[in-house]
């Protein structure tokens, strides 16, 4: 029997509530699957400076080195807002990336149909979404030194870095070169090329590995005008490229459109163990009210099984009963559909992942 390691760090938040329906998720697929998941459990972010007062621990970078994958639910809390920071729960993502090598992150946006009217834009502007976010994610001005508080001219001054080189933005490129070419052949890169020297390298790059994949169509896009885009016309994307900076607010805007962002996985994949997790953040105030939609991080679990794992019946199981219990009007409070049936977290995951055995066990008796 196969067996995965999963390192899970729950985090703050929903974390913990989000991250205990995908390790009931996975426990369910063990049988069918013929695999065995192992789990250790490890604090991160807010729960972490809590016990330790910082923000991830060597020891568990190192166990989420050795581990077959990672499954985190969320960091951060207003607590912690005024943390100097290094001591702030973010940063322990932003060393978790690191410590792992995971450069490329994949955010996929995709409306399903009974969600039209949960979306803040018109139906008719963003039925049929289907896009891919891929975000360079070790790189950029959230990792660029120097950075700091100084002195200026009497003045209290703060300066962060934006810098890329050449074989950053290469090696991120391709992953999204690949990812276009399998779907439907089209790759928006977007930069600040007009004003930013780091964004006329990244251009320029990408012209370069562009050749090496004569089937897919470049095009280039200022970042405030995609952002625009976004808006007015989402369903022109298939994968957009860019830096972490701008990628991190792009496919926030995106998942929005999907009706809520608690309904947008991501997965971070690179030369080490690949993380998966929510795109949402950790929803202080509805923490621990059974509240939180599970729908993220179970649609996280899909990547997980068709990125790491080679799964993909797996990944189409979860991501089907997903569908499934929309359409019969399954939901959280985040998406309140009309006339549906408003569930917590638990119960819906428990929809979710019962279904999706079911799909998964349908999907062996066919072949």
Not at 135 to 144: Q, S
Not at 350 to 362: D, F, H, M, P, Y
Request: charged letters at 25%; glycine letters at 8%; proline letters at 5%.
């Amino acid at each position: 029997m196969e067996v995965k390691k999963i390192i899970t760090l729950p985090g703050d938040g929903i974390g913990p509530e989000v991250v205990a329906q995908g390790v009931a998720l996975l426990k369910a697929f063990g049988g069918p699957l013929e695999m065995r998941f192992e789990f250790e459990e490890h604090p991160a972010g807010g729960a972490c400076l809590k016990q330790y007062n910082e923000p991830i621990r060597e020891e568990t970078l190192e166990a989420c080195r050795q581990a077959d994958a990672v499954l985190l639910g969320a960091v951060g809390a207003p607590e912690f807002d005024n943390n100097p920071a290094h001591l702030r729960p973010e940063k322990g993502l932003l060393k978790l990336r690191a410590a792992l090598g995971v450069y490329c992150n994949l955010r996929p946006a995709r409306l399903y149909n009974t969600l039209a009217d949960a979306s803040p834009l018109k139906k008719e502007i963003v039925s049929g979404i289907d896009l891919m976010v891929v975000r360079e994610l070790t790189g950029g001005i959230y990792f660029g030194e120097p950075a700091g508080f100084l002195e200026k001219n009497g003045l209290r001054t703060s300066l962060n870095t934006m810098v890329y080189d050449e074989n950053e933005i290469r090696r991120i490129a391709r992953k999204a070169f690949e990812l276009a070419a399998k779907r439907r052949g089209h790759l928006t890169s977007v930069d600040k090329a007009n004003v930013l020297t780091v964004s006329q390298l990244w251009r320029k790059v990408v012209d370069e590995v562009a050749e090496e994949y004569p089937n897919v169509t470049l095009s280039h896009m200022l970042v405030d005008n995609c952002a625009m885009q976004l808006v007015r016309n989402p369903r022109q994307f298939d994968v957009i490229l860019t830096g972490n900076l701008f990628g991190d607010i792009l496919s926030d805007e995106a998942s929005v459109l999907t009706g809520s962002i608690g309904m947008l996985p991501s997965a971070s994949l690179g030369d080490g163990t690949p993380l998966y997790e929510p795109v949402h953040g950790s929803a202080p105030d509805i923490a621990g009210q059974n509240k939180a939609n599970p729908v993220a991080m179970l649609a996280s679990l899909a990547m997980m099984f068709q990125y790491s794992f080679d799964r993909p019946e797996a990944a189409a199981a979860i991501e089907a009963a997903i569908e499934e219990m929309l359409e019969a009007g399954f939901h959280t409070a985040d998406l309140n559909l009309p006339d549906g049936h408003c569930l917590g977290t638990k119960e819906m995951g428990e929809k979710i992942t019962g279904t999706a055995v079911k799909r998964l066990q349908e999907s062996f008796a066919t072949v």
